[in-house]
Nanobody, 115 residues
Framework: QVQLVESGGGLVQPGGSLRLSCAAS????????MGWYRQAPGKQRELVAS???????NYADSAKGRFTISRDNAKNTVFLQMNSLKPEDTAVYYC?????????WGQGTQVTVSS
């Protein structure tokens, strides 16, 4: 079993920055993909960014140039640095870990971008 615990969400003004963290624990394989998804009210959950255990990254078009995903394999932790935030970035952000035999989700952290 795998547990994911997110932190770092909150309220920020447009143009501001936030850094999300997600710590994974439990039965984690050395080969995996960790990522951040988000879900706004009334919308489907969507991929924001992902990173493999070899640090290959993938970004949604909406995140390119503003968000940076990174990871610390020794601590099984993934980060999402979000800059130049916009009101449309408001959503619950979920951490995801995908590995052989399973995919796991965190409980979500709220990000609200508003003046």
């Amino acid at each position: 079993q795998v547990q994911l615990v997110e932190s770092g969400g909150g309220l920020v003004q447009p143009g501001g920055s936030l850094r999300l963290s997600c710590a994974a624990s439990g039965s984690i394989f050395s080969t995996n993909v960790m990522g951040w998804y988000r879900q706004a009210p009334g919308k489907q959950r969507e991929l924001v960014a992902s990173i493999t255990s070899r640090s290959t990254t993938n970004y949604a078009d909406s995140a390119k140039g503003r968000f940076t995903i990174s990871r610390d394999n020794a601590k099984n932790t993934v980060f999402l640095q979000m800059n130049s935030l916009k009101p449309e970035d408001t959503a619950v952000y979920y951490c995801n870990l995908n590995q052989a035999f399973g995919a796991y989700w965190g409980q979500g952290t709220q990000v609200t971008v508003s003046s």
